[in-house]
Every structure is written in C-alpha cells, then in structure tokens.
C-alpha cells in the first residue's frame, strides 16, 4: 500500500512533523517523559531504530520517529525531547509541549522512572490535563527492586484513572503488556476520566470565567480547560502556538478578551500576580504527586540511594572531583593513543595498499600522469591519510567517552564545571558539550542544544574549539613524543605522553574560561541561567550496545563529514604542490610569502601554510609540512618519528617551534566540517564567523607572546 505523508504537532521554528502512515489505520503514540528515565531506550527496544541512550539529560534534541507492531495496530511511536513539565522552558521542552498539546497524538505513552515516581508524576498529571488517551510506563522497575523500593502499579492506575505499566526497558520482553495496554488505550471507548488536579479555589474560580468562551471557541480541538488556564498563565511561546493551531482569530475574538480581562482581574485583585499563580500551579502539581505516592510506593530501605551519595562524596567533592576527572581523562587518552597506533597502521598499509591497485588501474587505461596525480596522489591519498588517522583513535575514544556517560558519571562533571562556568556567567552544561568536543568539536556544537539558554548556547559553540578534536591528536601526540618524550617506544613513553597531553588539555580548557568570560562581559552579555541539572543513579553499562552505537552514532557521522570536506582539499593541496611558477611550486610560495609573518609567532611559512590548507581536516597538518619540506607533489608519511624530527630539526625546528606548533594546534581556528556546523546551528555567517576569529587571535596571541618572551631568555 503506497504510504501517505501526514504533517502532525508543530515543531522547532514552526515547521510541521511529518509523519509517514502507510493506512489509515496507524495510530501515533507520543512517548513522553523526564530527562534520563530510559525513553529513548523503550523507542529503541520497541522500534529496533537504535536511537542514541545516554545517562544524562538532554539525549533527544528533536523528534525521532519509529513503527512498532503491536497486536491490534501499526503503532508509529514519536519520541518526544526529554522534559520535567509542559512549562516550557527551553527549545526542547517547547517542541515536546508543542507536539503534545497540538500535535494530536492517538496516545501518549508517558514514561517515569521507578526509583524517583514522584518527581516524575508531575508531568503525567499535566499530560493528563490534555488528553485521557494516556499509558503511564513506570521503567527501571530492575533499578527499584535492586534499591528495595515497592510500587502499587494497580493502586497508582486507580487513582489516576489511566494504566500504568511496569517496565525494564533494556529486557525487551518486559514490553509485550505495554503494547498490549496501548491497544487497549487505543480502542478503548470507555468513560473513565483521569484525575484532574484541583487547584486553590482563586485560580479555579478564574478558570471558570474563562472556560465557557474557550470551549465554544476552540470547537474540541484541545482541553478547554487546559487552554483556560495557560491563557491565564500568559506564556508569549504558548501563545504563538495557540495562534497557529487555532487560528490568528481565536485570540482576538472580544467575548474572550473580555473574560481574560475580567479574570485577570479578578486575581489581581486577590493579590495574585503572574509569577504567583505559576507557583501556585506548580505547588498544587507538587502537592498531588505527594498524595498519589503516598501509598502507592514504599521504601523498604529509606537510604536506598546511600552507595551513589557515597560516591557522590568522591567524584563530587572540591578536593577530589577534580583530580579524578583529569585522572580518567589522561586514562582515556592513554588508551586511545595505546590502543590506536597498531589499528591505524593496519588501516593505513590496507587504504595505500588500494591507492598501489589504483595507480596500476590508471595505467592500465593508459590515463595521463596529471588525471592520475590528481584523483589518486592527491584526492585519494588524502582520503586514505584522514580515515586511516580519524578511525582508529575515534573508534576508541567515542566508545570510551560513551561508557563514562551510560555509567552516569558525565552529568556529574558537569556539576563540578558548575560552578567555574556559573563565574563566567555561562551553563554548567557547558562541560558536557566540551567533553563532546575531545571527539570531535563539531559533535560538540551540535551537542550544545542540550543548553537552554540561547546566549550561553552561543557561549557554548564559540569556545568548544578549544578542546582540541581528535583531528589535532596527531600533531599534539607526534611532537610531544619527538621532541619531549623520545621515540623509544613503550608503555611508560606512550603513559608519559598522555600525562603531558592532558596537561595541554588543561590549557585549552583554561582558555575556554577565560574566552567565554570576556564574550560574557561584552559580545554576548548576561547573567547565567538557572537550571535543573539531575545527577542520575549509577548503572552498569551497556558495553555491547554502547560500543555499536558510538560507533555508528558518532564515529561514522563524524567521519563522513571529514571526507566530505577532505576530498576537494586533497585536490587543492596536490595543485598548489605541482603547479610551479618560475623554479617552485604555488605551494613554496605561499610558504615563503608567510615565513617572515610566520617567525614572529614561532613557526615558519611551511608550518602555517599546512594549517590554512589543513582547515578541512586536521588530520592533514603534518603531512603537508613533510611535503612541503621534501619538496614532494603528495602527501608523505615518515617511516619513523625519528625520522620525522630529523627531519623538521635539519628544517630549523626547535623546542621553540615545537611549543609554538603546539600552541597554535590547540588554538587555531576550526575545521570546515565544524564552522558548516556552526553556521547551520546559530543560522548565522556572524557567529560563524566569530567562532572562527576568536579561536584564531588567541592562537596567534599565544604564540607571539610565547615566541618573543622565549627569545629573551635564549
């Protein structure tokens, strides 16, 4: 059956969510629910789609759709952004509040987590406010039982007057009943009606003024009710999207205009202002959820939580959180470049092993040395150095990052970073997006939608280029092993070099304080923002599932776009090398044009120029100063690091240039895959732009003041 595109809810900027049915028979069921309760791993389990899980909040930026087969239905389940109310308060609470409230789900299937229900029926009580087609999926009922806490799924569904299922999402079997109770949701025709939370009788008897007009206005196209009270609320974002569902003439129309005013009146005159009435709302939500648990769930062990505020104690404290989490990152490191060298020597001697097969095929048809030069020796051979170097170190390093976030310890570096971000009037969450960045800085922008506040967002975006990517590991690593660790080899040199590593990571991470503390006192000033940042339980760690999806969710993602943009660079670099004017190539020229610019920050004309031609990839940096300095038409690799020093050292390389190189490596501006990144996120060339200046001056700042006060003292 030839499948039909249906637009349903509204979503970020106004645009409508498609939604494929193939019979009109399908039903939607949006799947709500808190941050980090296991409701992009119900999707998963159910859809088979593998959307990315994670054990922090903030995982589903966007609507993510899938199709289950339940028993009666072909179920299209949309996996609503992560949110602790319909009280929006950020881009993503508003898309999820959006779809919900106007996107006209069949169901909603709102999913809670078993160890923190009360918290979490909040929500479900606002959700039941729109609509009674509602499945409460109580999830992580392994984590309850582990922790001795007991709940009443069939006292909890009596009060409510909507089912609650009991769930472990991670076991797929533990679904089959949730299926079943949405079908049954579903098709049920029944007259039982959900609670409704009663609230103080001053904003009940303002509702009452408004409701009558409402429901004759809005013709059951949503709760009258509910739109009573949100009118009241007087929510501007609300607001805009009352007037594209319902019409622009609905908010205009002077009987309902009347009624506001005369029921804001009346609370006026009760003394209750609009911030009032939204803690009055709040409160009453609060107090009700208080009520439904009260016997509904019972703790067995009252500190049940005790062992993750134990350790809470360590990886939290000021005396020792920090130290841990620059241990865990020099162990990172050190696994990564341990574990990457023998992989990405296999990969390398394999991808050149093809370029070899390729050069005879160019022979074989007889094709002209320059087609040959360019698509192998330079496109090709491009290609094959950017894989052979970004895969195994990412293959390792995204796996390892994810383990640290399925285990619940990311949200907790982001409590740490709390406090340091907060001084430069920027978001905590800030330090989630920079760990991001260690794997790639354009993972890292995107990761930034996790911030609500669209200053510190910015913030957030412009400086992420100071943690250096895994595209600038190469060059970091190389120099330090060369010309500060030796090219001995061995476990203590490569231990050695992540220590010393880390300690440059340091300073990137120092710079990204000090750059969004001056863009917080001018560009982009402010106060920070508050915000609810949930430290979930430890978990044991889904290693198989983690390992395959960073894989396939980050690696690969990252990788693609690399070589999108490696491609036309390779091409680039092999004319600048081939085409000569006079005795030299464009490529010397250009060398020897910026060497006098050059020698003042440290460097020469050779480095620099291999970082302007290395803005696609920065992988691509120290191959083409040893093109450049061999005076070769492609891309070389040394047989050895001892070979490489030679190399630079004969070239007039010093400690001095080492560091300069090393500066400049952890500062300069972004790769082209990550500005494309930045510009499709901000939906500006200015902030693009700006994020690609910023990181630039500081490099070339960094450098000259390294390189002139180095000079005085040699």
């Known amino acids: 059956m030839e499948a039909t595109t249906e637009t349903l809810g509204v979503c970020e900027g106004g645009v409508g969510l498609e939604i494929r049915r193939t019979s009109p028979e399908d039903k939607v069921v949006a799947l709500a629910g808190n941050p980090n309760v296991g409701k992009s791993t119900v999707f ?3 859809t088979g789609m593998n959307q990315h899980t994670g054990n922090w909040p903030g995982k589903t930026v966007t609507n993510a759709q899938g199709v289950c087969q339940s028993d009666a239905h072909t179920l299209i389940l949309v996996d609503i952004p992560g949110t602790y109310s319909l009280m929006a308060h950020s881009a993503e609470e508003e898309v999820a509040r959006n779809f919900l409230c106007f996107g006209e789900p069949d169901a909603v299937t709102v999913v809670c987590d078993a160890t923190c229900l009360e918290r979490n029926l909040n929500l479900v009580l606002q959700i039941l406010e729109i609509t009674p087609k509602v499945v409460v999926c109580v999830n992580l009922m392994d984590e309850a039982k582990r922790k001795q806490i007991k709940i009443d799924l069939a006292g909890l569904s009596e009060k409510l007057g909507v089912p609650v299922v009991g769930t472990t999402a991670r076991k797929k079997r533990s679904l089959s009943q949730l299926t079943r109770t949405m079908d049954a949701v579903l098709d ?19 509702v009452a003024i408004v409701e009558p007009v409402v429901r004759e206005k809005a013709g059951g196209q949503i709760d009258s009710r509910w739109l009573s009270l949100k009118l009241l609320d007087q929510d501007p974002s609300l607001v805009v999207e009352i007037r594209r569902f319902l019409g622009e003439d609905f908010l205009e129309d002077p009987r ?6 005369r029921a804001q009146q009346e609370l006026n005159e009760q003394g209750i202002t609009a911030d009032k009435m939204k803690d009055m709302v709040v409160s009453s939500l609060v107090l009700t959820a208080e009520a439904l648990c009260k016997d509904t769930v019972t703790y067995k062990k009252e500190v049940y939580n005790n062992r993750d505020r134990r350790i809470d104690q360590i990886l939290t404290s000021k005396w020792t959180g920090y130290p841990i989490m620059l241990c865990l990152l020099a162990v990172v490191f050190w696994l990564t470049i341990t574990g990457a060298n023998y992989p990405s ?17 160019f022979q074989f048809f007889g094709a002209p040395d320059w087609l040959h030069g360019m698509l192998v020796l330079g496109v090709y051979r491009v290609l094959a150095w950017v894989v052979s170097v970004m895969l195994p170190p990412m293959a390792i390093f995204f796996p390892l990052f994810t383990l640290l976030e399925d285990a619940g310890y990311l949200p907790r570096i982001a409590y740490n970073l ?3 971000f907060k001084r430069c009037n920027a978001c905590g969450k800030q330090a989630l997006t920079m760990c991001m960045g260690f794997g790639c800085n354009a993972a890292g922008v995107i990761g930034c939608r996790i911030i609500d506040s669209p200053r510190e967002r910015l913030l957030a975006i412009i400086t992420n280029n100071f943690v250096p990517c895994n595209g600038r590991f190469p060059t970091l690593i190389a120099i330090l092993t060369m010309f500060f660790i030796g090219t001995m080899g061995g476990v203590f040199s490569s231990l050695r070099c992540a220590l010393l590593l880390t300690v440059v990571i340091v300073l990137g991470i120092g710079m990204t304080f000090l750059v969004t503390k001056l863009l917080s006192q001018t560009v982009l000033k402010g106060i920070p923002s508050s915000y609810t940042l949930e430290l979930p339980p430890y978990r044991r760690p889904q290693i198989g599932r983690v390992i395959v ?3 396939f969710d980050r690696t690969l993602f990252v990788l693609k776009r690399a070589i999108v943009v490696a491609a036309p660079a390779g091409l680039l670099i092999w004319l600048m090398a081939n085409i000569t004017v006079g005795e030299a190539s464009i490529l010397n020229h250009c060398a020897d044009f910026l060497d006098p610019f050059a020698k003042l920050l440290g460097l020469d004309g050779v480095i620099l120029i291999a970082f302007i031609l290395g803005l696609p990839a920065n992988e691509i940096v120290v191959p083409i100063i040893i093109m450049t300095y061999m005076a070769q038409g492609s891309l070389l690799e040394m047989e050895s690091l001892t070979a490489m020093k030679q190399l630079f050292v004969d070239n007039g390389w ?23 990144t930045i510009k499709k996120e901000t939906g500006s060339f200015k902030w693009a732009a700006l994020a690609f200046a910023i990181p630039t001056v500081s490099g070339l700042a960094a450098c000259f003041l390294f390189a002139s006060a180095a000079r005085l003292f040699i």
């Open 418 to 420: 709390d406090k340091p």
């Open 256 to 261: 309902l205009a009347d009624a506001l005013n």
């Open 654 to 676: 010093t400690w001095v240039t080492a560091i300069s190189t090393m500066l400049f490596s952890l500062m300069h501006w972004p790769c082209s895959t990550t500005l494309i």
């Open 44 to 46: 998963n389990s159910l």
């Open 549 to 551: 999806r960073s894989i």
């Open 345 to 361: 020597q296999l990969l390398s001697n394999f991808l050149f092993w093809v370029q070899d097969q390729l050069t005879r095929l």
């Open 188 to 206: 049920s025709s029944s007259s039982r009606r959900p609670l409704k939370v009663t609230y103080p009788q001053e904003i009940e008897d303002a």
